[in-house]
């Protein structure tokens, strides 16, 4: 089931290991002369978040390596870091994939952005709250939708959450929720048409900001949690037909 779950992943992503690598080169300099596998570690969750490595596909130490110039042991303390994190699996004898998450994570990570997004957004205290940086993923969201950018959407409606957690003003949240979003942008692969998916949660996004801009956090939160419930209901759907239909073509 995997390796059906895998294949048709890789195929409707239509982003090749080769194509994720040659988006690396670019991402050299932010590494520093001095590289740590950390360092390397947060390039490839980004990458893998941005969706330029879909669900399956097979990281090459060689490729991955020369691409960011760093040395074979720090790559593999990244991998071992980004396999922590459950973004990464090594299997045996074939080597590091990056990961197909199950719909029982699925539900587990909607737990998790509950206990996280919902909590930031009630502890915030007195209005005005600092919401440029949820201004500027709406306002990217709705520029990437114009243009037709769905990648750009999705980068987007990331970045949103991940602001929304922001408020809170906790390194340890913020730490906690990019890992959680990247593991879930593993799940947005599945969605055949994205424009579909992920439009009208772009209008939700704006009417949440709007809600947190007049001060009112409570109804924003109200919002948030409904929010999360049609978002884990949607995807829980799709997941579940996409491992359906690879059980029925690869028994």
């Known amino acids: 089931m995997a390796n059906g779950v895998e294949r048709r992943l890789a195929e409707a992503s239509g982003v090749s290991e080769v194509a994720g690598v040659a988006g690396l080169e670019a991402d050299r300099a932010l590494l520093g002369r001095t590289s740590t596998a950390e360092r390397v570690a947060d390039v490839l969750r980004d990458r893998i978040a941005e969706g ?25 303390e990244a991998f071992r870091l ?15 994939f990056v990961r197909i998450v199950t719909v029982d994570d699925l539900h587990d990570i909607y737990r998790v952005r509950r206990m996280v ?20 993923a709406v306002a990217a969201g709705e520029r990437a939708a114009q243009d037709r950018a769905w990648q750009d ?3 987007a409606n990331i970045r949103f959450h991940q602001a929304i957690v922001a408020l809170a003003g906790s390194p340890r949240a913020d730490e906690l929720m990019r890992a959680v979003l990247a593991e879930l942008r593993l799940v947005f692969h599945v969605m055949d048409d994205p424009r579909r998916f992920y439009a009208p949660y772009l209008v939700r996004n704006r009417q949440i900001l709007e809600v947190l801009q007049t ?19 949607q995807l829980s759907g799709a997941y579940a037909q996409q491992v359906s239909q690879s059980q029925v073509s690869h028994p």
């Open 52 to 76: 330029f490595f879909p669900p399956g596909t097979r990281l090459s130490e060689d490729s991955v390596k020369g691409a960011l110039g760093v040395s074979r042991n720090t790559l593999r």
């Open 82 to 96: 980004l396999t922590h994190e459950r973004l990464l699996v090594h299997e045996l004898n074939r080597g590091v």
């Open 117 to 136: 997004e919902c909590a930031a957004v009630r502890g915030l205290g007195e209005p005005p709250y600092p919401l440029s940086a949820v201004e500027a």
């Open 153 to 155: 959407l999705s980068t």
């Open 215 to 233: 001060g009112d956090a409570a109804e924003a939160e109200r919002l948030l949690a409904s929010y999360l419930d049609d978002s884990q209901a």
